[in-house]
């Protein structure tokens, strides 16, 4: 089904030519009303976003450093993408991160669907579910992860005295000390943090779905199952997509969760960590500048493979 | 038409909210930054309020965050635009290498009299080529904590090498743990990877005589024996009297596992000594506090330098006055009020042998020794590039305590790593 | 054999509530203990007390401090819709050169990460006299609100058929009308949950909030709970956080109860056939 309107075309009582003319005006006048809605956005980013971000580009290419950037900036070149490409730091930082984003992402649409379908059901309670599931979501990221430091500690941590009370453990683990168990229970924070996030625009989504679409279906094969699969998460699976871009964007990007339960250490760091290790606590602005840049055309490269790979279900212009 | 007044609308909305959060001028007066809120801020606003009703100049408090990397972060975005909006700024013991550029000289307007008052190792800390850059307002340093009462009750002293010490906890932690008390471990300190490891490892390494990482020449000398066995000590106590989960832990971690009973011996800083005296904890009354242990026998005990000093920054419009306040701030009878009313250790020494300092903090007697030989971190000497010199070392040693790669390969690389920015021992 | 189903569904529903809530009835429980208490683990506190609360609420301008997040994440999260839904509205229903190009542009903006643009944003709000204002931050908030909210809200949009935008212009609708009078009925949903998330991603946000204010009345929730300390440097008063976090909660939840009613108002049939 088309979503952008096209001209008119069934006939009226009118000379062709006159509405030829008309059909014309009408097809500009929508493109330059279209820019000028276009115009308070661009006009927005380009001055908060681009400005500072063409900043980055150019310094990512000398060798400034943040307490020195009016007196002498020299340019260096490719010198400081070399120095971050050969770095190992910065290897084990992208496939933590990679690591990290897969497993929340999957696991966060996962379950943001299916508390998305159980919202969307009419039952006793739902209001009370809504606003619960939404919590996580409302707690400031630096203090819910301050908090789950707490919880995952192994002297007095809830988490360890919860398991042990329940037997799934005879000794308490030190949740965030080793690296195997450290991103897992990173990866169980961010789920616990970011789901209400998946679940509320899914169920945007789900609710556009209007209620004769279900209707004819029940009466036709009944089963929930195939209702799910055949009808429910086609038609979605637009909604799921914009949902798992600005999620994975976000998990890409992850700073505050491991900054705060991990500090800067190396195994365990993220590309943003280390980023943003070069640039605050070295001052170097120029290698920080560049890490920025390659941050961005890593992420910028997964998306582009994402949305061609989504591609065939949309229809684009 | 209507779109044209839809947009009128908009743009006289948002001028309204621009003109709305204009901030109002202010007249001539200073903005320190001194502490979050808190016990800190308080006590800051007091002394400056008996400043400025002496001298008729108010003063702004700047409310910091509490988390020092933040802090840094800040000051560094305000001194790099070259602001005006704070004069004076609390910096940390290893920041003046960092923001000397943007500091005021302090050489020309104290006497040097009044600088041979402050404790020598403060002061040196300040001083980045030849400028001394801020005043020492108050300091610290690494110290053992003890559980008196176990200590006792199976007739132990305290002890005065690392190896002792190993030994003291592993005989305590198993005679408890066979008697009821399973979730007791030996020692807890500061394991996580961040700057607090760099200063737990540089006692480990001082204390046996390794050096301090970079040596004040320059030199990297922290790939040498003493400093790996001394790693190699720490890092075999992981899992066996160290809990696993020291790896992670900072200052309150270690101590919430201390004040629970959980730890027979604990490295902190002074402050937690009030708290595991306070009402409630498990431990009030059976803790004792002692310098930390050496590596060989009668060797040199190492404490790291701790601590906070007073900085004017040089964009600063009311100069004059921005020194005069931090010279009022760090002067004996302000140092001594700090002391009184909130512990904060002085950096004068001689307030160590005061009366009524002593009355009111009689653990001051044992902590001069402490704060007068500490060691201070390789801040000075390596400027700039101190946090990526802290940040590779307590890399290398969290590796080695964790177990991910033997302690002599570790310090290797590090050796390689830091002379490989070092510019030649140039910094 | 339907109530097995009822069972398994509640059962569903209650361990969906125990993960999402358990934190914070924890956050509860210990911002209701004191001292040393703090390090136990108890799963009903034994002695609960009020002192963090007062504490907190004495606290100079924490209060100020929640009032200036909700203008600020409101005044975010309405700009941005309507900003939004007028971009939407090009980016979904009108067929242009460079659509793909816009789009794209937009949503690179969400592929930095926030450091990158910190210290030119804050050459530019200096260089505008924003910085200490709460509409300066309004103004970067933007920069991280208005890509998602735009693809969103363009996806959405997409879904609306086209036979009620054919027949609006042969009425004579200009584009504007279209947009408000058309469109905006029908995405009630959409905007709600939108404006919602938007909102709730200023009141998060720390990073900006912490480095483009300077007064403490001008500081909003998570920078004010980042300025709490104790007696020294190194302590942590953690009561005293936990306290916060749940005042500074109760009002988003207020917030969502509020607006539930919209974030799950169905679309229905007649709409299309009307």
């Given amino acids: 089904m088309e979503a952008t309107a096209s001209v008119p075309v069934f006939p009226i009582d009118r000379p062709a030519s006159a509405f030829k003319r008309w059909q014309q005006w009408l097809l500009y006048s929508r493109v330059f009303w279209a820019w000028v809605f276009l115009a308070p956005t661009l006009i927005t980013l380009v001055l908060v976003a681009g400005r500072p971000l063409l900043g980055t580009f150019y310094l990512s290419f000398t060798d400034a450093e943040l307490l020195t950037l009016d007196d002498s900036v020299t340019w260096v070149g490719f010198k400081n993408y070399a120095a971050i490409l050969s770095d190992p730091d910065w290897w084990v930082a992208l496939r933590n991160t990679l690591v990290f984003s897969f497993l929340s992402v999957v696991l966060e649409t996962l379950l943001g669907l299916g508390i998305a379908l159980v919202l969307n059901e009419e039952f006793r309670g739902r209001s009370f579910l809504r606003a619960a599931v939404l919590v996580p979501w409302a707690i400031p990221t630096v203090i819910s992860a301050k908090m789950w430091t707490w919880m995952y500690n192994d002297m007095y941590g809830v988490i360890n005295a919860g398991f042990m009370a329940l037997g799934l453990t005879s000794e308490p683990v030190a949740w965030l000390s080793s690296p195997s168990t450290a991103m897992f229970a990173l990866v169980m924070v961010d789920v616990w943090k970011t789901t209400p996030f998946m679940a509320l625009l899914i169920l945007a989504g789900l609710q556009l779905i209007p209620k004769d679409v279900y209707e004819a279906a029940k009466l036709d094969s009944g089963s929930p199952f195939r209702i799910f699969f055949k009808i429910t998460l086609p038609l979605i699976q637009p909604t799921i997509a914009i949902a798992v871009i600005f999620r994975a964007l976000d998990a890409l990007r992850v700073f505050d969760l491991f900054y705060v339960l991990i500090g800067s250490k190396v195994d365990t760091g993220t590309v943003t960590i280390y980023a943003r290790q070069r640039l605050m606590e070295f001052q170097e602005f120029g290698v920080g500048s560049a890490a920025s840049v390659l941050i961005f055309l890593f992420i910028g490269s997964f998306t582009l493979l994402y949305l061609w790979a989504v591609r065939p279900q949309r229809d684009e212009a | 038409m209507k779109v044209q007044l839809f947009r009128f609308f908009l743009f006289f909305v948002s001028v309204g909210f621009f003109l709305l959060g204009q901030p109002t001028a202010n007249a001539a007066e200073l903005t320190i930054s001194c502490g979050s809120n808190g016990l800190e801020r308080q006590i800051c606003q007091s002394g400056i309020d008996a400043w400025s009703k002496k001298t008729g100049v108010p003063v702004k408090v700047f409310s910091s965050p509490n988390d020092s990397n933040d802090r840094l972060a800040l000051y560094q975005q305000l001194l790099g635009a070259k602001s005006a909006d704070i004069d004076i700024y609390q910096i940390d013991v290893v920041w003046p290498g960092i923001l000397a550029k943007h500091l005021l000289d302090f050489e020309t307007q104290v006497s040097a009299k009044e600088v041979s008052e402050h404790i020598k190792g403060a002061i040196a800390n300040n001083r980045v080529d030849k400028r001394l850059v801020a005043l020492p307002w108050f300091t610290d340093g690494g110290v053992l904590y003890y559980r008196a009462d176990l200590l006792k009750k199976y007739g132990l002293s305290v002890p005065s090498t690392w190896e002792e010490m190993g030994s003291v906890a592993k005989v305590i932690m198993d005679k408890e743990r066979a008697s009821g008390a399973t979730d007791t471990w030996g020692y807890v300190y500061q394991g996580r990877a961040y700057e607090g490891l760099t200063c737990n490892a540089l006692e480990w390494v001082a204390s046996f005589g390794g050096g301090s990482v970079v040596e004040p020449d320059g030199k990297v000398s922290i790939n040498n024996p003493k400093a790996l066995k001394a790693i190699d000590l720490i890092a075999s ?110 950096t004068r020494f001689a307030l160590y042998d005061n009366k009524e300092v002593l009355a009111k903090n009689p653990l001051f007697k044992d902590l001069k020794a402490v704060f007068l030989n500490a060691v201070p971190r390789p801040a000075g000497k390596t400027g700039a590039k101190y946090n990526r010199v802290s940040a590779d070392f307590w890399n290398a040693v969290h590796q080695a305590l964790s177990g991910t790669e033997k302690a002599g390969p570790s310090l290797k690389r590090l050796e390689e790593k830091l002379t490989s920015y070092s510019n030649g021992g140039n910094w | 054999m339907k109530w097995v189903g009822k069972i398994a569904f509640y ?264």
């Avoid at chain 3, 208005?146 to 363009?154: E, I, N, S, Y």
């Fill in chain 2, 237 to 346: 106590w992981t899992g066996s009297i160290v809990p696993p989960g020291t790896l992670s832990y900072s200052e309150e971690e270690a101590r919430g596992a201390f004040q629970t009973g959980k730890a027979v011996f604990m490295r902190n800083w002074p402050y937690a000594w009030a708290l595991l005296n306070s009402e409630g904890s498990t431990v009030k009354g059976k803790v004792g506090m002692a310098p930390l242990p050496s590596g060989e026998k009668k060797g040199p005990r190492a404490a790291t330098l701790g601590g906070w000093s007073l900085a004017v920054s040089a964009y600063s419009k009311a100069p004059k006055e921005a020194v005069d306040l931090v010279r009022y701030l760090t002067s004996a009878e302000e140092q001594k009020r700090r002391a009184i009313e909130g512990s904060f250790n002085p």
């Fill in chain 3, 11 to 274: 059962f569903l529903v209650t361990l969906i509530v125990f993960y999402a809530v358990f934190p914070f009835y924890w956050a509860v429980v210990t911002s209701l203990k004191n001292g040393a208490d703090l390090f136990k683990v108890e799963w009903i506190p034994t002695s609960p007390t009020l002192v963090n609360y007062r504490s907190i609420l004495t606290t100079d301008s924490f209060l100020q401090s929640v009032l200036n997040s909700v203008l600020v994440a409101g005044a975010t999260s309405l700009f941005a819709l309507l900003i939004a839904i007028l971009s939407s509205y090009s980016l979904s229903r009108v067929r242009f050169r460079g659509r793909s190009l816009v789009l794209l542009t937009i949503l690179s903006v969400s592929m930095f990460p926030q450091i990158a643009v910190l210290s030119g944003m804050f050459e530019l709000i200096r260089w505008l006299g924003l910085y200490n204002t709460l509409s300066g931050l309004t103004f970067c908030y933007m920069a991280l609100v208005l890509p998602f909210t735009v693809w969103v809200m363009r996806g959405f949009m997409k879904s609306i058929p086209k036979e009620l935008e054919e027949a609006a212009i042969l009425d004579g609708c200009g584009p504007t009308r279209i947009v408000f009078q058309v469109f905006f009925p029908l995405m009630k949903p959409a905007l709600a949950t939108t404006g919602l998330l938007a909102f709730i991603a200023a009141w998060n946000e720390f990073l900006f909030a912490l480095t483009f204010t300077l007064s403490s009345d001008k500081r909003t929730v998570p920078v004010a709970i980042a300025m709490l300390s104790g007696g020294s440097q190194f302590e942590l008063p953690w009561g005293n956080i936990m306290a916060a976090s749940v005042i500074v909660t109760l009002p988003l939840i207020g917030l969502v109860l509020i607006f539930q009613k919209h974030i799950v108002s169905g679309l229905t049939s007649g709409a299309v056939k009307g």
